[in-house]
């Protein structure tokens, strides 16, 4: 009688906790991945890898502000190689809508607005898409709970829009404790596996579990690009001012 | 010991008869074994240099072969780009895309324009008996679109097509967009003539992806090996079945003509040969009339044929373009022995009465010439063993191989076959018919042949010698050339598809021009250097400054032979010490100016903060005298900024940094050897031949060009920016946007990752070599007169230059090949002969015959190809035999009569009777090849009847007349001698 009182306590808090809906985990997963802190800034060391193993480098700093809502700001400043040093590029995400962006080359003194497109292009050159870096709408896809393991939820979502996107579906791993996306493998509509995004390395900073090393994979083409986080840092009180046209010319003090 | 293997053949014939059947069976069971290759890039052994370079470019570069698909329109006054047109071309370009495998194995295609559209299955193969027959017989499956894995046979990704290409173009805002061209299909007539001036007005797209004139737009295909051609072909073809006529879909590139080809290859040698055979089997019922005879000699021409095939299936080797045809050579040369032994047989039976007596004295007196005729043939063939060419050197050795073995079959399968098989009613008709026979045109032609050059020798021979000046001026306008696509008749679709679609765009010949610079290593020296320069052009312009004096004294303290990180970071620290001491200076102004709340600001509050933050009271006041007292707000903020902007424009960080991004960069990002580039692609552009080039520099221009547009600036203003940009980090910026295009890694088909090589991917309008070979001159030339700026290594890659440097071995091959067999043919002859005279004359009409073939292919300005180039060996082979059998029956009669005045009359007998039929049987037995849609065939069948003709006249005519003069040396005096005593 005692044991079977000790196996059902046991049991309540798993029943109670079991079976968040896969819209809830991946809810969480977009809180736990894009809106860590009201703010926060990383240095990003980026390595793109070519099919025959030759590699190219690119440093940047990257800027991050929650604004209203879920809307958030994004500025990515350029610090190597020498020759797009100072670019940078400015991006409003607005939920739900385009994103606005923009774009400072500065030895051609220009800043260009760029019109809102696919978001799922190359950031970069690298094998990350912007949408990568911003986060996709939660809303834009159905997701189902595939399977429960110890340490993961595996989600199968599949697009509302399928001409909108390259890809037929997605499975991501999401990590039970951190809500992290660890691992997303994309599909094409023969079924074959493109595509593949991991999180290498996971730090906990200023509280905030962070993916410090991530890895974007081009299986078809045999590309890849891995970024490596340092000076990852959160709420350092970002001004919004610094998210304006007026920072492209002029790098922040932030970046700087 | 002449006789040994006829007198043993005579003996045992069924045994002949059953080893020859078993041996034939064995070759033949080698057949199912079969594969085809039909790539003329194996022209070239696959170690050849040039061709591992050609892979190493396409890697290098991830370039694919093409399949071309061009859709034309004429009728409609915007071209193809309608409403209809591009709709039918968007859902196209989807379907290829979408390209995959059913579980069946069939191939699948959206059945819409939409990639989630349902997918339709469809089944390529024929709807003709016949070809799903030849399909079956030479294993080709058409619905073989996927690889093992199952991918598709077309690169999806790597497709160029208005769908799937991208665009940069100006948006709502001063935007700019970044999207495919064709993102989806138009709806109205101005979206669709709207694509048409995106896509004209990008240098990259304009004359490869459209026509100037809007006519036409072509999709390139991207294989992932070539040997898909045909079959994408294919089904491009299926699914624009049902386009309406005034889109015309025309589908040309190298691969899918070079693949074509192969399928027609097979169709030909599943028909021209029987056919050929089938002409000869006719002839020869003319001139024996016995069909009992004359299927020896076809049984002869098919076992060698038959186990020719099957030892080089056997051997592992592929039927390529050359291998293909060994049943249309050798099928006259085996043929040739035979119907010397039956026509000997069938003349000379009459007198015997006894079939096994008159084959030992056919056998007995054609032993020698047939061993020679054939061991000619053999060295003729066998000597292309050495041409660089490993098809050829193959085709040769097997042909070698064959002849062989028809002349082993001659001297046993036919005596055999005469013992068994020809019934005695047969001979004796022959008997009876003997009288007859004398009085055929053929023979009364022969001789009054023979009174002729015998009386009008020396007219024959000044006619010759004038033939022979001529010939040699001929010679002398050969032009070498080939073009794989010529190689089909001028009306065959590719034909046709290849003329038009050259017509409309920049050139379906595809060829590389690989850049490669040495990878430079930064140096402190290149570094201070700048650094000065930079310095002092700084002062000269903006006036000398204690702090810039200050700097060049700290630079000509550092050494310009230590490591270059040193340098840079030693150069960056006095930098960031100056700019620091001068932190009242005007780039702190304006940090501090853009931190300031733009809300409701005003003049008094800016001025308030910045004596906040310390600045001099200089400072401030020189800013707010150029500040409007009205100005509030954000305008004012915008308006402040400018002016400390400009006044802070140096600092001696940046200065820095631009000397780092201009001596790091790599050799693609400097602006003067892109500038070089631009100017050479413009001079590429005026070869004729030269339809287009893109490079890396069109796609910079034109990003540059979008990217800096104003739509408020001037139509010239915005052109003066599509426009290299003058420094290596503006080039390296605008680049870096090309980097991230929706097409990803597009860009790195024209330079490599790391910026140190480049691609310029030339369009030809023609795939002869000789265009080509004019463009790689002219550009050899380019380059010595206009070196770049910096040391860049210059090489051709591409099919179109692959087919010139194996024409080029081919050519120089050839010559050694026919050289060297002319030599050891010579050399036979006069052992033969024993006697060198004779030797020199048998060399006489093949020689007479191959400067005439040549003469005439240079004044018929047929272009000198592989065909033609082969056609040497076959005409050294057959002129030397008509010869050899000439010249020993000469020699023979002219003993036994005494005389040649005696002999030549008898040589106009039996002796050119026999040669006059194997002349005509082979001229006349190939005329079937004349019908054949490819023109490698053509020119054999059309050649072969011309060296038979030739040959036939020169050995009867020329060397008759020569021997009329020579006779009182060579045959008269030989005679006591080969008695074995004076007279």
């Not at chain 2, 097997?398 to 002349?407: C, E, Q, R, S, Y």
Request: charged share 20%; glycine share 6%; proline share 5%.
């Amino acid at each position: 009688m005692n044991k079977l009182l000790l196996l059902m306590l046991l049991l309540l808090p798993v029943t109670v906790q079991a079976a968040p809906s896969a819209d809830e985990i991946v809810a969480k997963a977009n809180r736990a991945a894009y809106y860590a802190g009201k703010d926060g800034r990383a240095d990003v060391s980026m390595t793109i890898t070519a099919p025959n193993g030759q590699t190219r480098d690119r440093q940047f700093t990257m800027l991050r502000l929650t604004d209203q809502g879920e809307d958030q700001k994004f500025y990515v400043y350029f610090q190597a190689p020498a020759d797009v040093r100072k670019m940078a590029f400015l991006v409003w995400k607005n939920v739900g809508k385009e994103d606005d962006r923009w774009l400072w080359l500065p030895a051609l003194n220009l800043k260009k607005r760029i019109a809102p497109g696919d978001k799922r292009t190359s950031f970069v050159g690298s094998d990350f898409f912007y949408e990568d870096v911003s986060g996709r709408g939660v809303a834009e896809d159905n997701h189902h709970l595939v399977e429960e393991t110890d340490s993961a939820y595996l989600l199968r979502s599949e697009p509302k829009d399928a001409g909108s996107v390259e890809f037929a579906w997605y499975q991501v791993w999401i990590d039970k404790q951190t809500f992290l996306p660890l691992k997303a493998i994309y599909y094409d509509r023969q079924g074959q596996a493109y595509r593949q995004i991991e999180a290498l390395k996971v730090a906990v900073i200023d509280g905030h579990p962070t993916v410090v090393e991530a890895r974007a994979s081009d299986l078809r083409a045999g590309t890849s690009t891995l970024n490596s986080f340092s000076n990852v840092k959160y709420d350092t009180g970002l001004s919004a001012q610094i998210f304006t046209e007026r920072f492209l010319r002029r790098p922040p003090r932030e970046v700087q | 010991m002449k006789l040994l293997l006829t007198n043993f053949s005579i003996r045992f014939p069924r045994l002949i008869l059953l080893l020859a059947l078993v041996i034939t069976a064995l070759f033949a069971s080698q057949f199912p074994k079969v594969s085809f290759d039909n790539d003329p890039e194996n022209m070239l052994a696959a170690d050849e240099p040039v061709r591992l370079f050609h892979h190493e470019v396409k890697e290098r570069f991830a370039l694919h072969d093409f399949v071309i698909a061009g859709v034309v329109n004429e009728q409609h006054p915007d071209g193809v780009f309608n409403v209809a047109t591009l709709g039918r071309l968007h859902k196209l370009s989807q379907q290829l895309y979408s390209l995959q495998r059913s579980d069946a194995g069939l191939p699948q295609v959206v059945s819409g324009d939409q990639l989630s559209d349902p997918l339709l299955t469809l089944d390529l193969t024929p709807g003709s008996a016949w070809r799903r027959g030849l399909n079956v017989a030479f294993s080709q499956d058409p619905n073989r679109l996927f690889d093992e894995n199952g991918q598709s046979a077309i690169n999806a990704q790597e497709i160029i097509s208005p769908s799937l290409v991208d665009s940069l173009q100006q948006a709502e805002l001063g935007a700019l967009r970044l999207e495919y061209l064709m993102e989806t299909a138009p709806e109205t007539a101005e979206d669709a003539r709207k694509i048409r001036d995106l896509a004209l007005n990008n240098p990259l797209y304009n004359g490869t992806l459209v026509a100037e004139d809007g006519k036409a737009i072509a999709l390139y295909l991207p294989l992932r090996d070539k040997t898909y051609s045909y079959n994408v072909a294919t089904l491009v073809a299926a699914l624009t079945a049902d386009w309406p006529a005034e889109d015309q879909v025309h589908i040309t590139g190298l691969p899918v003509a070079e693949d074509t080809f192969g399928v027609e290859m097979l169709v030909q040698m599943a028909t021209s040969a029987p056919l050929a055979m089938l002409a000869i089997f006719i002839l020869l019922m003319l001139f024996f009339r016995r069909f009992s005879i004359v299927v020896a000699p076809l049984l002869v021409a098919m076992g060698s044929v038959i186990c020719t095939m099957g030892l080089l299936i056997g051997l592992g080797f592929d039927v390529h373009i050359m291998s293909s045809m060994i049943a249309i050579f050798l099928m006259p040369i085996a043929v040739a022995d035979a119907v010397h032994i039956l026509s000997e047989f069938h003349d000379s039976y009459p007198k015997y009465q006894d079939r096994v007596e008159t084959l030992r004295h056919v056998i007995g007196h054609l032993f020698l010439p047939m061993l020679y005729t054939s061991l000619t043939t053999i060295a003729g063939f066998g000597s292309l063993a050495f041409t660089p060419i490993p098809p050829v050197a193959i085709f040769g050795l097997h042909i070698a191989f064959g002849v062989a073995l028809a002349w082993l079959l001659s001297m046993t399968l036919i005596p055999a076959y005469i013992m068994l098989f020809i019934p005695q009613r047969s001979l004796d008709k022959i008997a009876e018919a003997t009288g007859q026979q004398h009085g055929t045109a053929l023979t009364r032609g022969l001789e009054k042949l023979g009174l002729f050059s015998f009386k009008r020798w020396k007219l024959i021979l000044a006619t010759s010698l004038a033939l022979l000046v001529i010939a040699a001026v001929g010679i002398s306008k050969i032009a070498v050339n080939d073009n794989p696509v010529k190689w089909f008749a001028e009306s065959h679709q590719i034909r046709v598809a290849d003329k038009i679609l050259n017509k409309h765009f920049g050139g379906t010949y595809t060829a590389y021009l690989t850049l490669a610079a040495e990878p430079a290593e930064l140096s402190s020296r290149a570094l201070l250097d700048a650094a000065v320069e930079q310095l002092r052009l700084q002062m000269r312009t903006a006036g000398t400054t204690e702090a810039g004096m200050r700097f060049l004294q700290q630079i000509n303290r550092l050494s310009g032979s230590a490591p270059a990180e040193t340098t840079l970071s030693e150069l960056r620290r006095f930098a960031a010490e100056l700019d620091n001491d001068n932190a009242q200076s005007w780039p702190q102004l304006a940090e501090e100016l853009a931190y300031l709340d733009p809300t409701a600001l005003t003049l008094a509050e800016l001025q308030h903060k910045l004596q906040q933050a310390g600045f001099s009271t200089a400072m401030i006041e020189q800013l707010l005298q150029q500040l409007p007292a009205d100005l509030q707000g954000n305008p004012l903020l915008d308006k402040a900024l400018s002016i400390a902007d400009r006044l802070a424009a140096f600092n001696f960080g940046q200065l820095i940094d631009s000397i780092e991004a201009e001596a790091a960069a790599p050799a693609f990002k400097n602006p003067a050897l892109l500038n070089w580039l631009r100017d050479f692609q413009l001079s590429l552009a005026k070869n004729p031949v030269v339809g287009k080039s893109s490079s890396l520099v069109d796609a910079l221009q034109k990003a540059s060009y979008e990217l800096q547009f104003q739509a408020v600036a001037a139509a010239e203003e915005n052109q003066l920016n599509f426009s290299i940009p003058t420094t290596a980090a503006g080039i390296g910026q605008v680049f870096t946007q090309l980097e991230g295009m929706k097409k990803k890694d597009s860009l790195f088909h024209l330079v490599t990752r790391d910026y140190q090589q480049a691609n310029v991917w030339v369009q030809l309008t023609s795939g002869d070599n000789q265009d080509m070979e004019t463009v790689v001159a002219a550009v050899a030339d380019y380059i010595a007169a206009n070196p770049p700026p910096l040391p860049v290594t210059v090489e051709w890659a591409g099919l179109t230059y692959l087919n010139v440097v194996w024409q080029e071995k081919m050519v120089s091959g050839m010559l050694a090949s026919l050289i060297s067999s002319f030599v050891v043919v010579l050399v036979m002859m006069i052992v033969l002969f024993r006697s060198i005279w004779f030797g020199v004359l048998a060399m006489i009409p093949l020689t007479f015959t191959i400067s005439l073939i040549y003469g005439m292919i240079g004044w018929a300005g047929k272009d000198y190809d592989m065909p033609v180039a082969v056609l040497s060996a076959l005409t050294l082979g057959l002129s030397v035999d008509f010869a050899i059998h000439f010249l020993q029956r000469a020699r023979e009669l002219s003993q036994k009569h005494g005389s040649w005045l005696a002999a030549s009359t008898e040589m106009f007998k039996e002796p050119a009777l026999a040669i006059s039929r194997n002349a005509i049987v082979i001229s006349v037995g190939f005329t079937p090849l004349l019908l054949a849609p490819l023109v490698p065939y053509n020119t054999v069948g059309f050649f072969l009847a011309t060296i038979m003709a030739v040959s036939w006249l020169a050995t009867l005519f020329i060397l008759s007349a020569l021997l009329t003069p020579l006779a009182k040396r060579l045959l008269e005096t030989n005679l006591p001698k080969t008695e074995g005593g004076p007279k």
